[in-house]
């Protein structure tokens, strides 16, 4: 139990183009929910935190008009990353609080890496 | 920072040796959790242990809280070459909105 499922898992896309990311957990609901970058041999820095049916909560020094989140589900948040730039270039990843569920934790997807060229 | 520390950095082991990572965080904690990350790839969940307690087993795996001094450890036992990957602690806190927080991960080389 507690799967999160996150798509795609590749994305390739040029300089100036908007890419969407979608986080799904499978069979719970994910009130919270939460998204990473990773940069190569680095740690997993929190982006934002995803509250299903309201604005998602950033963290400093997190663009939110460029990192849109939306979280119109409780199984579904999706990251637009828009007017993408190479700097942009990384690996996200996305976690779901399974709290109230009989394992709490944070279940997470198996992560994407953009490539902005 | 969000951050917290983790130290080593970077350990490498002969296979079979024991290999211990400690993480030493900032604020009071609800829960304290390790993950390892094979290169370039997504997190896989090793252990979870909450604030009130102290030690927890599993496997080959002990993870040990103190909570006064902030800080826990990781030890894997007779480690393979299978256990390279990187690890990371990570805590979520009543305080913080229950964001998520992880540190900066040991980077673990198991030598055959």
């Known amino acids: 139990g507690a799967v999160v499922s996150q798509h795609p898992s590749r994305v390739i896309c040029k300089s100036g183009t908007s890419v969407k990311i979608e986080c799904r957990s499978l069979d719970f609901q994910a009130t919270t929910m939460f998204w990473y970058r990773q940069f190569p041999k680095q740690s997993l820095m929190l982006m934002a935190t995803?509250?299903?049916?309201?604005?998602?909560?950033?963290e400093q020094g997190v663009e939110k008009d460029k990192f849109l989140i939306n979280h119109a589900s409780l199984t579904l948040s999706t990251l637009t990353v828009t007017s993408a730039h190479p700097e942009d270039s990384s690996f996200y990843i996305c976690s779901a609080s399974t709290a109230g569920t009989a394992n709490y934790g944070y279940t997470f997807g198996s992560g994407t890496r953009l490539t902005v060229v | 920072s969000q951050q917290g520390e983790e130290d080593p950095q970077a350990l490498s082991i002969q296979e079979g040796e024991n290999a211990t990572m400690n993480c030493s965080y900032k604020t009071s904690i609800n829960n304290l959790q390790w993950y390892r990350q094979n290169s370039g790839r997504g997190l896989v969940h090793l252990i979870l242990?909450?604030?009130?307690?102290r030690e927890k087993h599993s496997g080959r795996l002990r993870v040990t809280l103190d909570t006064s001094k902030k800080s826990s450890s990781l030890l894997i036992t007779a480690s393979r070459a299978a256990d390279t990957a990187s690890y990371f602690c990570?805590?979520?806190?009543?305080?913080?909105?229950?964001?998520?927080?992880f540190g900066t991960g040991t980077s673990l080389t198991v030598i055959p």
């Open positions: 990570a805590t979520d806190a009543w305080n913080t909105g229950n964001q998520f927080y």
């Open positions: 242990i909450r604030s009130n307690e």
């Open positions: 995803s509250n299903e049916g309201s604005k998602a909560t950033y």
